[in-house]
């Protein structure tokens, strides 16, 4: 086991994880366990998931996106991936996995503004 | 005289006339063809004979280049990969060597030559040196560059990308689209969504006549990809045809926002990015300024 570890920061009610250089498996797996724990223990509202320094992808990779966009809705707190470069764009949709439920967004800027705007919705839904 | 006697003295005049005749028609073939170069080279590449065909082609006189070696016709890069000894080497392993390249001329200009070598050998096989025939295809080869460079041009005048409005970009399509353009669309398209920053892109393709299964489907990638990327993709002209042909292909576009005009499809993109126009109803100075 490596000792690296992608840093998930919190960023008032949204967490933000920037992933950079090449990812292999294992720490992917791992950076979805700690997520997954840190949506749960901080309570986050979103997360950002900043792949903007990705350059490539494979399957593996392109599943684990929307794995966990589909984990953390579950835990009421919506995804969004942010900053996809237009080569890992092409392989993902070429590779089939359109991701359709995913929310995407250009950069974290934005990526924060639509998931204030998801939360917005939820509460005036109830109210 | 006897009659064999008489009989091998006709022959060998005959042999004479042949010779003669045949050293005539080699002086024709090598000086008559004045567009092609025809030379010999030792087996090291030295050059031993030269016509006036090679002379109109590379300018140098026979004076010029006898004894010298033939790479000096080369080009520096051409010289650094070794190609003229490799040249040589394919001609005397292959029996031939064909090629294509450009030369320098004695006075710096270039010239595109298509090459033939073959190698010449004595009664045992050994490698006596190689004989070289060259054409200039110098204006064969600009009208092909010409026509490559236009082809460029085309798909670069045919695949603008126009920045519309705050956050928002448009690409017009004129012509029919193949998959090499479509290619091209999708690069531009998304590499002009990251370098502005704008999250609509609107698609127009009124100036398309017809699209077919292959297309349609890499214009679905293409906008699946873009809202990957975070940014919504509007399709705009759609022409009846095309609409038919969508339908019959069985291609999904219900996820997909399409608007009959770009016009619409701007006010879409406006209200997507929750802009709005505002008709100014403050009245104005003749230079504009509101009073």
């Known amino acids: ?127 | 005289m006897t009659e064999p006697a008489k009989g091998k003295q006709e022959l060998a005049g005959q042999e004479q006339v042949k010779a003669e005749l045949d050293s005539q028609f080699m002086e024709f073939l090598l000086n008559g063809l004045s567009d092609l170069g025809i030379y010999m080279l030792s087996p090291t590449g030295l050059v031993q004979t030269w016509n006036r065909g090679a002379e109109i082609i590379k300018q140098y006189t026979a004076s010029d280049v006898i004894g010298k070696n033939f790479s000096m016709f080369y080009t520096e890069a051409d010289k650094q990969k070794n190609f003229p000894s490799f040249e040589l080497e394919e001609a005397a392993r292959k029996g031939k060597f064909e090629g294509a390249g450009w030369r320098v001329r004695k006075d710096g200009s270039r010239v595109w030559v298509e090459v033939l070598i073959a190698p010449l050998k004595d009664k045992n096989g050994e490698l006596k040196g190689f004989c070289k025939v060259a054409r200039d295809a110098t204006e064969k080869q600009k009208t092909l560059e010409l026509v490559e460079q236009q082809k460029k041009d085309l798909i670069e005048l045919s695949t603008p990308v126009i920045h519309l409005w705050q956050g928002i970009i448009a690409l017009p399509i004129v012509g029919t689209l193949d998959s090499t353009r479509s290619r091209i669309v999708t690069e531009r398209l998304l590499s002009a969504l990251v370098s502005s920053g704008c999250t609509v892109a609107i698609v127009d393709i009124s100036g398309v006549p017809t699209v077919d299964t292959v297309v349609a489907q890499h214009l679905m990638k293409t906008i699946d990809a873009a809202r990957l990327m975070g940014a919504e993709c509007i399709i705009s002209g759609i022409r009846p045809e095309i609409a038919q042909t969508m339908v019959h292909l069985g291609i999904d576009l219900s996820k997909v926002k399409t608007k009959s005009s770009m016009s619409r499809a701007l006010e879409e993109a406006m209200s997507t990015l929750r802009l709005r126009v505002i008709h100014d109803t403050v009245p104005k100075t003749e230079h504009g300024e509101r009073l």
């Open chain 1, 1 to 127: 086991m490596t000792s690296e570890r992608i840093p998930i920061l919190k960023m008032g009610e949204f967490l933000l994880v920037t992933i950079q250089g090449e990812m292999h498996d294992s720490l992917a797996t791992r950076l979805q366990t700690e997520l997954l724990e840190k949506v749960a223990n901080s309570d986050a509202r979103g997360v950002l998931l900043d792949i903007s320094g990705l350059d490539m992808v494979d399957s593996f990779m392109g599943r684990m996106l929307s794995t966990i966009a589909s984990m953390t809705r579950i835990m009421d707190a919506n995804t969004v991936v942010v900053g996809m470069q237009p080569a890992v764009a092409i392989t993902i949709v070429e590779m089939g996995l359109s991701l359709p439920g995913i929310l995407t967004a250009m950069d974290v800027e934005r990526g924060i503004e639509l998931l204030k705007n998801k939360n917005r919705g939820r509460l005036s839904g109830h109210g």
